[in-house]
């Protein structure tokens, strides 16, 4: 897995150097070659669908909600509630906003740090089989074309960020609680968007214009349909079309082993966001 000799491929410049160097000698890059690791994260996180493991933890986590209380699978009050997880079970998996309520977490660390980390975890869970069906169904819409514009760890940052970024918002606005995807959707439209207005021509106005009018769409659904989060809505997209702004620039580069490795960490984020929630609301549930 670590490669402690020979050359690797500068990621900055393109040109071969030791994988020892502590700076590339011609751009001057710091450690070019990742302590030795340049290569495994090049290879083998660039193999990832990250299309596909965002679905998988998202149904994961939608099924576990159930499992912790499944009085949510009995408790069925309409079409939107079939199915869904009780507050119980997503305030314990990660939801955001008010959940404690307001100035519940003044002094406790545990829970500001969950408060804190819920902009992640919560972008995973989601309120109900409809909630879930339609958001994994725009996460396929979109993510495998974001993947292809934007590289697959960059699409993962578009993803993470824009929805953290949309619940941010939330929370300073409203601090309703809640759950979901679709503020990250909405990055990936701005995403699209943005990379379809940098192409240029016919087909990338096509691109980006339809991208945009499913935006609109979607967002104007938003005041026709009940405990829909708007705000989450505009700031992820807000969010996503900056991230993808910094990004469009080094599109046409493969990804950097450092960029991999930023998406390996924030996928360990996500990971230890959802375990903080746990820990923290369990340990004062007993």
Do not use: K
């Not at 030791?18 to 302590?35: A, I, L």
């Not at 409809?130 to 760890?153: C, D, K, T």
């Not at 984020?269 to 820990?279: D, G, H, N, R, T």
């Amino acid at each position: 897995m670590r490669q402690t000799s020979g050359a690797i491929v500068c990621s900055s410049c393109g040109r071969l150097v030791d994988v020892n160097e502590s700076r590339c000698p011609y751009c001057g890059q710091w450690r070019p070659g990742m302590f030795g690791f340049s290569t495994f994260l090049q290879q083998r996180l660039g193999d990832i669908d990250v299309t596909t493991a965002i679905s998988g933890f998202c149904i994961v986590l939608y099924v576990l909600g159930l499992l912790l209380d499944p009085r949510g699978l009995l408790h069925i009050r309409g079409l939107f509630s079939l199915l869904s997880p009780t507050v119980r079970s997503l305030v314990l998996l990660g939801m955001t906003g008010d959940v404690v309520g307001r100035g519940g977490a003044q002094g406790d660390f545990w829970l500001q740090l969950r408060a804190w980390t819920s902009v992640v975890s919560a972008i995973f869970l989601h309120g109900g089989l409809l909630h879930i069906f339609f958001n994994l169904m725009w996460i396929r819409q979109l993510g495998p074309f974001v993947e292809e514009s934007y590289g697959s760890a960059r699409a993962f940052l578009i993803f993470v960020v824009s929805g953290a970024g949309g619940f941010v918002l939330s929370n300073l606005v409203s601090g309703t609680p809640t759950v979901g995807a679709s503020g990250s959707i909405f990055g990936l439209l701005a995403a699209t968007v943005a990379y379809g207005r940098r192409r240029g021509g016919s087909i990338g106005a096509a691109v980006s214009q339809q991208a945009l009018m499913w935006a609109v769409m979607v967002f104007a659904m938003g005041f026709l349909m009940p405990a829909v989060n708007n705000w989450a809505h505009g700031g992820g997209f807000a969010g996503g079309y900056l991230v993808s702004l910094a990004l469009l620039p080094h599109v046409h580069r493969a990804e950097s082993p450092r960029m991999r490795l930023t998406a390996l960490l924030l996928a360990l984020l996500c990971v230890a966001s959802i375990l903080v929630s746990v820990v923290t609301i369990f340990t004062r549930m007993i």
